[in-house]
C-alpha cells in the first residue's frame, strides 16, 4: 500500500499551524511526536492500544494542520484503519469492542479520508486506487487505475493483484472466481510485460492457485502453484500447497517429491516441533454426536521419509467408549508432514503426537 504510515514533524514547516489556546505550538508538536511514536510501536502487536494513538494522534493534528490538508487525510486513514484491525483481531462479530467502549466506524473515518484525498488530489487521481481497495470500491478503482495508468500497465496488474487479494480477504465464496478473473488479468499483463517467471507474474500465480485450492479445484490449481515456486518469496508456501494437490489428485509420489523440498530447506526439527501440512477433519462418531459428547484424542506416529504419518497409536483418550480413538486413528493415516533432513538425506522421525479434537457445532 502507498498509504503513508506516520506523519514525519520534518514536513510541518511547509504547513500553516493552528493555535489552541490551552498548549503552546511546540507542546502540541511534542505530543503529537508521542503519539505518532506510539502508534508506530503499538501498530504490529496492541492492536487497541495503537487506535488509541492513531486516535489522539488525529485530534492533535487537527490542531496543527490545516483542515482538508494531505496530512489530516494520512492521520484520518491511519485512525481509520487502526479502528478496522483492532476490530478484525478482537474475533467480535457485533461490532462491539467493550475494552475500548466503542463500536466499529471504520468505514465511516476511512469515507471522511477518502473524501480528503479527492480534495487534495482529484476525483479522478491514481493517488485514490489504494484507498478505494480498502473501502471495497472495486470497480472505481480499477476504472481510475486503467483509465490514468493503462490497461497493458504494470501498475494497472498491480492494482488488480490487488482487488483480487482483497475480494479473497472477504471469505465470500461468490467473489472467488471474480477474483480469479482478476488475478490472471494480472498474471497476463506481468508475463508479457516482465516475463513469467518475474515477482508479479510468480504471486498473481500463486493466488490463482490458492484461490483454486480453497474451492476444492485441486487439479487445477498444480499448474498455477508449479509456476509460484519459482519465486523464492513464496515457494515455500507453493510446495506445501502442492503437498496437498498431489494427495487429493492421488499422485503421492509427487506430493513426496514437493514435501521433500520443503524438507530440503528446514533445519533444526525434532519430534515435538512438528506440525503437519494439513489435517483432515476425522469424522465425528455417531454414538458421541447423538449424545453431545466432545473429547480429544492424542496420537503417537512416525514420520516417513516421505513425510508420510505411519504406525500412529492412540496413547490417550477422553471420553473413552464414544469411539474417538478409532476415528482418529484412521484420520491420522492421511496426515502429512515435511519430512526431516540430515546431511542431506531424509530419515525417519519417532515419537511425534498429534492432538485430535472433536467439538460440536455450537
Do not use: W
Request: contains cysteine; neutral net charge; aromatic residues 10%.
Amino acid at each position: 500500500m502507498k498509504i503513508l504510515a506516520v506523519v514525519f514533524v520534518l514536513f510541518f514547516s511547509l504547513f500553516s499551524f493552528a493555535q489552541d489556546d490551552s498548549l503552546s505550538r511546540n507542546e502540541n508538536i511534542k505530543l503529537f511526536n508521542e503519539a505518532q511514536e506510539c502508534y508506530r510501536k503499538a501498530a504490529t502487536y496492541h492492536r487497541v492500544e495503537a487506535m488509541d494513538c492513531a486516535k489522539r494522534s488525529l485530534e492533535i493534528g487537527q490542531l496543527l494542520f490545516e483542515p482538508e490538508s494531505l496530512n489530516i487525510a494520512v492521520l484520518t486513514i491511519n485512525y481509520g484503519l487502526a479502528v478496522e484491525t483492532a476490530f478484525s483481531g478482537s474475533g467480535r462479530s457485533d461490532g462491539q469492542l467493550p475494552e475500548a467502549g466503542i463500536t466499529n466506524n471504520s468505514n465511516q473515518i476511512l469515507q471522511n479520508a477518502l473524501a480528503l484525498y479527492e480534495g487534495v488530489y482529484g476525483e479522478d487521481s491514481p493517488e485514490l486506487i489504494d484507498l478505494l481497495i480498502t473501502l471495497k470500491k472495486y470497480s472505481r478503482a480499477l476504472d481510475i487505475s486503467e483509465d490514468s495508468l493503462g490497461d497493458k500497465s504494470i501498475s494497472h496488474a498491480e492494482t488488480l493483484l490487488a482487488v483480487s487479494l482483497s475480494l479473497v480477504k472477504e471469505l465470500h465464496s461468490t467473489n472467488y472466481n471474480k477474483a480469479i478473473r482478476y488475478a490472471r488479468s494480472a498474471y497476463e499483463i506481468f508475463s508479457r510485460e516482465v516475463g513469467t517467471e518475474s515477482s508479479g507474474a510468480t504471486l498473481a500465480s500463486f493466488l490463482i492457485g490458492k484461490i483454486k485450492m480453497g474451492l476444492g479445484r485441486y487439479k487445477s490449481s498444480i499448474p498455477y502453484l508449479l509456476q509460484a515456486t519459482k519465486n523464492p518469496s513464496v515457494s515455500s508456501f507453493a510446495h506445501a500447497f502442492l503437498v496437498e494437490a498431489f494427495d487429493r489428485t492421488s499422485q503421492p509420489n509427487k506430493a513426496t517429491l514437493h514435501a521433500q523440498k520443503l524438507g530440503e530447506r528446514s533445519s533444526g526439527v525434532t519430534g515435538d516441533d512438528y506440525m503437519p501440512l494439513f489435517v483432515r477433519s476425522p469424522d465425528y462418531p455417531l454414538k458421541a454426536l447423538k449424545r453431545g459428547k466432545e473429547g480429544y484424542v492424542v496420537i503417537e506416529l512416525t514420520i516417513s521419509k516421505e513425510g508420510l504419518a505411519i504406525s500412529p497409536v492412540m496413547i490417550e483418550e477422553e471420553p473413552k467408549g464414544y469411539g474417538f480413538g478409532k476415528a482418529a486413528l484412521k484420520a491420522a493415516h492421511t496426515l502429512r508432514y515435511v519430512p526431516r533432513f540430515i546431511n542431506g538425506e531424509p530419515v525417519k522421525v519417532s515419537g511425534v503426537l498429534h492432538k485430535y479434537s472433536f467439538k460440536m457445532a455450537r
